[in-house]
Protein backbone atom coordinates (compact mmCIF):
# COMPACT_ATOMS: atom_id res chain seq x y z
CA UNK A 1 0.00 0.00 0.00
CA UNK A 2 1.04 3.38 -1.00
CA UNK A 3 1.28 6.67 1.55
CA UNK A 4 1.31 10.12 0.11
CA UNK A 5 4.08 11.97 1.56
CA UNK A 6 3.83 15.95 2.49
CA UNK A 7 5.33 19.00 4.19
CA UNK A 8 4.70 22.55 3.89
CA UNK A 9 8.58 22.80 4.72
CA UNK A 10 9.32 21.49 0.82
CA UNK A 11 7.70 23.28 -2.28
CA UNK A 12 4.46 21.72 -3.19
CA UNK A 13 4.40 19.82 -6.15
CA UNK A 14 3.71 21.97 -9.35
CA UNK A 15 2.26 19.36 -11.50
CA UNK A 16 0.57 15.84 -11.12
CA UNK A 17 2.73 14.37 -8.69
CA UNK A 18 3.60 13.79 -4.84
CA UNK A 19 6.91 14.88 -3.22
CA UNK A 20 7.51 11.95 -2.15
CA UNK A 21 5.71 8.33 -1.81
CA UNK A 22 6.27 5.56 1.17
CA UNK A 23 5.61 2.03 0.30
CA UNK A 24 6.44 -0.63 3.08
CA UNK A 25 9.44 1.01 4.19
CA UNK A 26 10.69 3.18 1.31
CA UNK A 27 10.58 6.16 -0.20
CA UNK A 28 10.50 7.17 -3.23
CA UNK A 29 11.11 11.61 -3.28
CA UNK A 30 10.06 13.20 -6.17
CA UNK A 31 12.94 15.46 -8.18
CA UNK A 32 13.33 18.61 -6.05
CA UNK A 33 14.54 21.71 -6.94
CA UNK A 34 15.10 25.30 -5.49
CA UNK A 35 11.70 26.97 -4.73
CA UNK A 36 11.22 28.40 -1.08
CA UNK A 37 8.63 26.76 0.42
CA UNK A 38 7.68 30.04 2.18
CA UNK A 39 7.31 32.28 -0.63
CA UNK A 40 7.04 30.11 -4.05
CA UNK A 41 10.39 31.79 -5.29
CA UNK A 42 12.93 30.48 -7.29
CA UNK A 43 16.84 30.27 -5.74
CA UNK A 44 18.59 30.30 -8.61
CA UNK A 45 21.02 32.90 -8.38
CA UNK A 46 23.78 30.82 -7.32
CA UNK A 47 24.81 27.30 -7.55
CA UNK A 48 25.89 26.47 -4.07
CA UNK A 49 22.87 27.68 -2.35
CA UNK A 50 20.56 26.65 -5.09
CA UNK A 51 21.89 22.90 -4.46
CA UNK A 52 21.17 23.75 -0.32
CA UNK A 53 17.65 24.78 -1.05
CA UNK A 54 16.97 21.46 -2.55
CA UNK A 55 18.89 18.94 0.45
CA UNK A 56 17.27 21.16 2.52
CA UNK A 57 13.88 19.98 0.75
CA UNK A 58 14.76 16.70 0.68
CA UNK A 59 15.97 16.79 4.04
CA UNK A 60 12.05 17.79 5.25
CA UNK A 61 10.53 15.64 3.12
CA UNK A 62 13.05 12.44 4.51
CA UNK A 63 11.99 14.14 8.27
CA UNK A 64 8.02 13.99 7.13
CA UNK A 65 9.00 10.18 6.78
CA UNK A 66 10.53 10.15 9.71
CA UNK A 67 14.05 9.34 8.33
CA UNK A 68 16.81 11.09 7.20
CA UNK A 69 19.71 11.06 5.17
CA UNK A 70 21.49 7.67 6.28
CA UNK A 71 18.60 6.30 5.22
CA UNK A 72 19.08 7.66 1.45
CA UNK A 73 19.95 4.74 -0.92
CA UNK A 74 20.38 6.32 -3.82
CA UNK A 75 20.02 10.08 -5.68
CA UNK A 76 19.65 11.00 -9.01
CA UNK A 77 20.87 14.35 -9.93
CA UNK A 78 19.75 16.24 -12.90
CA UNK A 79 22.61 19.21 -13.78
CA UNK A 80 21.96 21.96 -16.72
CA UNK A 81 25.76 22.38 -17.02
CA UNK A 82 28.35 19.67 -16.33
CA UNK A 83 31.10 22.68 -15.57
CA UNK A 84 29.03 23.43 -11.95
CA UNK A 85 29.41 19.12 -10.66
CA UNK A 86 32.32 20.40 -8.22
CA UNK A 87 30.08 23.24 -6.74
CA UNK A 88 26.90 20.94 -6.51
CA UNK A 89 28.92 18.14 -5.22
CA UNK A 90 30.89 20.41 -2.36
CA UNK A 91 27.40 21.55 -1.14
CA UNK A 92 25.89 17.68 -1.48
CA UNK A 93 28.41 15.90 0.05
CA UNK A 94 27.79 18.16 3.06
CA UNK A 95 24.36 15.91 3.52
CA UNK A 96 25.62 12.97 3.87
CA UNK A 97 27.80 11.11 6.02
CA UNK A 98 32.00 10.81 4.23
CA UNK A 99 32.21 6.63 5.10
CA UNK A 100 28.87 5.63 3.52
CA UNK A 101 27.17 8.19 0.83
CA UNK A 102 24.43 6.81 -1.36
CA UNK A 103 24.52 5.27 -4.96
CA UNK A 104 24.41 8.35 -7.19
CA UNK A 105 24.41 9.47 -10.42
CA UNK A 106 24.75 12.97 -12.11
CA UNK A 107 23.60 13.28 -15.56
CA UNK A 108 24.10 16.47 -18.10
CA UNK A 109 20.78 17.55 -19.60
CA UNK A 110 19.39 20.23 -21.82
CA UNK A 111 16.53 21.73 -19.83
CA UNK A 112 15.33 21.54 -16.19
CA UNK A 113 11.70 22.68 -14.67
CA UNK A 114 11.65 26.51 -14.72
CA UNK A 115 15.08 26.48 -15.64
CA UNK A 116 16.80 26.20 -12.55
CA UNK A 117 20.15 24.57 -12.62
CA UNK A 118 19.91 21.33 -10.63
CA UNK A 119 17.06 18.90 -9.73
CA UNK A 120 17.96 15.39 -7.43
CA UNK A 121 15.68 12.62 -6.70
CA UNK A 122 16.37 10.14 -4.11
CA UNK A 123 15.09 6.64 -2.80
CA UNK A 124 15.54 5.70 1.46
CA UNK A 125 14.80 2.92 3.23
CA UNK A 126 14.14 2.29 7.02
Not at 2 to 31: C, H, M, R, W
Not at 44 to 72: C, Q, W, Y
Not at 99 to 122: D, F, Q, T, Y
Request: charged share 20%; net charge negative; proline share 6%.
Amino acid sequence: MKKVIFTSEAPAPIGPYSQAILVDNTLYVSGQIAIDPKTNELLTAEIGLETHRVMDSIKAILSAAEMNFDHVLKCTVFVKDMNQFSAINAVYSTYFKKENPPARELVEVAELPKGVHVEISCIAHK
